[in-house]
């Protein structure tokens, strides 16, 4: 999918040379077998990544491919928590644990010296929708580009966000003809895009229309691909709309034209950003842009400059216009000035016994309340942990709450302060400027919960287990107050870093990226959940079965 700002915040993934092996007697391994979900029949060459995870970063660690029989080995591992990832040429790539993209996978805890020889892996093969788009009158509409679209839950918000490896800018043929090929199965939706967000070919005279003909995304209907099935024959038809302009300059703060500034363009629902489709244009010489074809509806324009001292976005100057497009409206003489954004200053504190992490590990990060004030996407923050335990984090826009990640197993967030009160699960405004005299402790006394699960066939790994608080109060975006894991080997999960508190734990068939956190979905959960509190530094067990509504 489309890179989100808020998304990969938690992971900084660094390549090393894979270890060298070492006999299986002295080092751990992990092996497993990569086969077809359809036949069963092994699948050579296939691309295996092994990441070492710790406090919620990871570390890509070596990369081994199958033989004839579908096999793979990686040894010469030292204790700790591994995932793999698995690719191969016409089929879904793969976590271990996963049956689908976007579900949580299962995570391999490796102790001294063991073998682990179960992680196998069943590859889909990739399916493909194919189909026409037709104009208002019914004939056969050519150079439109239909985007495939998923709908994933994030950032509290149910979102529409463009596939990963979909078709940017393929357009139909003479015929209206198009089709998409390599998706895994799954439910999906198809936007026929126009105007900014088409790209070099851009049709006017029609809003962006969802299958089956609907310019709203409430309205679109998901298109199901089942495994090893294509999906032919869909057809839909555009919608017109009188198209407006949309044109301005683009200067820093010194007032100067910003030259191949990078201008972005996202539709908005209720004061955010709901589709992470976009337009894009690069200003000109004298920082000029103008997007063409512009149907009637609520916009946010986003600019950048160039990363300072290179790197993401998250390095530059940005600016962020809201707007409304009236029918046939022009919107001219647009002035949008970009700045650098906000610095977070503060000290991070430790309560606890267990060894301290390391100060240079320890990230402090923002958590964004919506996508429109700040950045809709551009990437993790610059943010900086020092010996003395001074925190910085620069370049920070909109509003956000202040997270932060350890980078060890042992320690995790307990509160953030501000002038001596808690504001842990506050936003701040860094459109105000820059925030000082934040402190931010890590506790190593937090609740642990551990436990098994079974299904019929006894212990299972097969499901994911949810943890959310008793008050649905506290199910809100930003919460801190519920988490979800996959349990490792014969069932087996421990859960940290959630707070004190009363809790209701459910096992569930796995779920897919974080609809977990949708509040509806814990509402249906609740009749279903045990009841357990977890205090601090107690560790509380409990037993589980699967449940399936």
Partial sequence: MTSLYAVGLAVAVAVQTPPAARPPDAAGRISGVVIRRDTSRPIEDAIVRLVRWEGGFGQQLALARTDADGRFVVEGLKPGEYGLTVSAEAFVSLDFGQERPGQTARRILLKEGQHFDGADVALPPTTAIEGRVLDEFGDPAPGITVQVMRVQFASGSRRMAP????????????????????????????????????????????APTYFPGTRAATDAAPVRLDLGQDVPGLTFQLVPAPMSTVSGVLADDAGKPVAAGDV?????????????????IATGPDGFFELRNVAPGTYVIQAFGRPVGGGNLARAPFASHALTVSAGVDVMDLRLTIRTGATLRGRIMLD?????PVANRVRVFPSPINFVSGPAMGGPPNT?????????VQNLFGISTIRALSGSSQWFLKQVMRDGKVITDQPLDFRDGDIDGIEVTLTSRGPVLDGTVTDLDGPTAECSVLVFSTDPARWAFPSRYFAQERPADRGRFTIRGLPPGDYLVVAVPPVVGESWQDPEFLRQHVALAT?????ESVTTSTSLKVVRR
């Fill in 163 to 206: 596939v990963l490896g979909g078709p940017e800018y393929h357009p139909t043929d003479d015929l209206g003809r198009f089709r998409i090929i390599n998706l895994p199965p799954g439910d999906y939706y198809l936007l026929a895009l126009a105007g900014p967000f088409a790209g070099p070919h851009d049709p006017s005279g029609f």
């Fill in 264 to 280: 972005r363009f996202f539709q908005t629902t209720g004061d955010d950003v709901r589709s992470f489709v976009m337009g894009r």
């Fill in 352 to 356: 606890g016994d267990a060894p301290p």
């Fill in 384 to 392: 900086e942990t020092r010996d003395d335990w001074t925190f910085e």
């Fill in 531 to 535: 009841r357990v509190s977890l205090g």
